[in-house]
T-cell receptor, first 114, second 114 residues
Framework: GAVVSQHPSRVICKSGTSVKIECRSL??????MFWYRQFPKQSLMLMAT?????????EQGVEKDKFLINHASLTLSTLTVTSAHPEDSSFYIC??????????FGPGTRLTVL | AQKVTQAQTEISVVEKEDVTLDCVYE???????LFWYKQPPSGELVFLIR??????QNEISGRYSWNFQKSTSSFNFTITASQVVDSAVYFC???????????FGTGTRLQVTL
């Protein structure tokens, strides 16, 4: 149980385009979902926390107009990187939490912006 | 504020050696949770252990063991008789009742060679 999927696993796009990443909890309903970004050889940095049906809470320094998060249901959250640029190239990881303090992580999405 | 320090950036050992990965945390909360995750080259985070602040009992799981000491705010991880498959980046993380989000350490890259 407690499986989280992400789609796509890898995406390459041209500079200026928008990219949408989906995060799904497959066998449970997640009250909260989290989005992280990880640059090469660095740690995971929390970008935002989202609860179903409400606006996401962004961490300091994360542009909410650039990284759009939609948490439409208890099993789906999406992250849209708008007008992506090469510096947005990174590994994006989502996680989902039912309650308590354990998060279940997705396999990650590797974004490359040319 | 909460903080996790993993002072060892990279460790290299020969197979069958024991290795300890250090983790020191900071928090003012009395209730908190500590985690260890493994991140192999594929990128997917693998959950290893969760420990709450009220349970200082050490844990052993096969070749893995964890030493939690509140007096020194440390939660160290030991791999006994290391194997090549243990090569990965290991992250220590902290979640407090107040913040209710994970703060990751910078990670320790473990290289196990034959």
């Amino acid at each position: 149980g407690a499986v989280v999927s992400q789609h796509p696993s890898r995406v390459i796009c041209k500079s200026g385009t928008s990219v949408k990443i989906e995060c799904r909890s497959l066998d449970f309903q997640a009250t909260t979902m989290f989005w992280y970004r990880q640059f090469p050889k660095q740690s995971l940095m929390l970008m935002a926390t989202s609860n179903e049906g409400s606006k996401a809470t962004y961490e300091q320094g994360v542009e909410k107009d650039k990284f759009l998060i939609n948490h439409a249901s208890l099993t789906l959250s999406t992250l849209t990187v708008t007008s992506a640029h090469p510096e947005d190239s990174s590994f994006y990881i989502c996680s989902a939490r039912v309650g308590g303090h354990e998060q279940f992580f997705g396999p990650g999405t590797r974004l490359t912006v040319l | 504020a909460q903080k996790v320090t993993q002072a060892q950036t990279e460790i290299s050992v020969v197979e069958k050696e024991d290795v300890t990965l250090d983790c020191v945390y900071e928090t003012r909360d009395t209730t908190y949770y500590l985690f260890w995750y493994k991140q192999p080259p594929s990128g997917e985070l693998v959950f290893l252990i969760r420990r709450n602040s009220f349970d200082e009992q050490n844990e052993i799981s096969g070749r893995y063991s964890w030493n939690f000491q509140k007096s020194t705010s440390s939660f160290n991880f030991t791999i006994t008789a290391s194997q090549v498959v243990d090569s990965a980046v290991y992250f220590c993380a902290l979640d407090t009742g107040t913040a209710s989000k994970l703060t990751f350490g910078t990670g320790t890259r473990l290289q196990v060679t034959l």
